[in-house]
């Protein structure tokens, strides 16, 4: 039992990791775009609703960024790591 749960940790760890790598190498390109466009490097429309749009922007950046920095402090393999040691006794 301990070694099955040994090895279930293992791949949990490992897949995990390419995950959170995968995960984080989309989302920073989401940010960057984002953060493009609530910089004003990309024109969009009339003053009014180029505003409005890297206002919005600006939200999706920030909310993209609490993302990254949540994936990057391996919140879900922790607390499965945390199940895990707890099954295992």
Known sequence: MQLRLHKVRRKVELNT?????????????????????ASGEVKIGDKKSALRQRNAWARV??????????????FDEKRLMSSLTFWSG
Request: proline share 0%; aromatic share 6%; net charge positive.
């Open 17 to 37: 990791q390419k995950l959170r790598k995968d995960l984080i190498e989309d989302l920073a390109e989401i940010f960057r775009i984002a953060k493009t466009i």
């Open 61 to 74: 950046a920030a909310y993209t960024a609490q993302l990254i920095n949540g994936i990057a402090a391996g």
